[in-house]
């Protein structure tokens, strides 16, 4: 089949590598716009259009997919499918009614439950034992469309977001071209997704990622580890922001209060509803990360001083 492949972050790129490698024809790749980054804030290419780029794909990067000039575009390549993954706009009706066999989309879910930008960190945040992706048929509702095909993953204890997020992509992968590998052969069904079990996953805020001292050490462990890479999680510690790694509850610590901090010879622990966590790294505003040991010799934390 000829496709064309719609993603724009780093997550998305070992899926549009497997589509590349596979039977079916790459005609282009859509992307969002170059945006600004770094201290400079110059025009960078997102991670799927470098990776097009690098290979002389035709890379489209339409501010919005109803634009006259990008249907017209796509009309004239003519896909007969148009995997997606993480592409971050909204496709309209009339852009979705152009690739024969429409456009499927790879998420990080299985749907119904976690519709949205951020299932991989809800799914961490509230503690499941068990995800996985679904490859659908994209419509106008939220992740609403009929599922071509899914596989599961264990949500391992110490699993931030980023290391389940960065298997998945890659198990993903080889579901989506599976999926495109049915389509073309005619032997895809796509089952309609049940009523029961939605749930929904908004992207995570700054706030969202604040640590809650008051919460119960799962839940702090949870939070954390959700927010990992990002947005980061965060507390303050003498007024100022603090940036910390993964936490590891420590049953056998001494009771602390909600976020007092106590700093012995191995370890620094934090306290929390119920027992204390073991910080991993932390990072001050400005400073590379560093072990909690490290940092809690720097700043000579005194007896009884608390993150808030």
Known sequence: MRVIFAGTPAVAVPALAAVAASRHDLVAVVTRPDAPAGRGRGLVRSPVGAWAD???????????????????????????????????????????????????????????????????????????????????????????????????????????????????????????????????????????????????????TVEDARVRWGDPAFAVDRRIRACTPAPGPWTTFRGDRVKLGPVTPAPDAPDLKPGELLVEKARVLAGTATVPVRLGEVRAAGKRAMPATDWARGVRVGAGEEFA
């Open 54 to 204: 690098e290979r002389g794909i035709e890379v489209l990067t339409p501010a919005r997919p109803r634009e006259p000039e990008f249907l017209d575009r796509l009309r004239e390549l003519a896909p007969d499918c148009a995997p997606v993954v993480a592409y971050g706009a909204l496709v309209p009706p009339v852009a979705l009614e152009i690739p024969r066999h429409g456009w499927v989309n790879l998420h990080f879910s299985l749907l119904p439950a976690w519709r949205g930008a951020a299932p991989v960190q809800h799914a961490v945040l509230h503690g499941d034992e068990l995800t996985g992706a679904s490859v659908f048929q994209l419509e106008e509702g939220l992740d609403t469309g009929p599922v071509y095909g899914t596989l599961t993953d264990e949500i391992r204890p110490a699993d931030t977001s980023g290391d389940l997020l960065e298997r998945l992509a890659h198990s993903g992968a080889g579901l989506l071209v599976a999926v495109l590998d049915a389509l073309e052969d005619g032997t895809a069904r796509a089952e309609p997704q049940p009523a029961d079990g939605v749930s929904l996953a908004p992207k995570l």
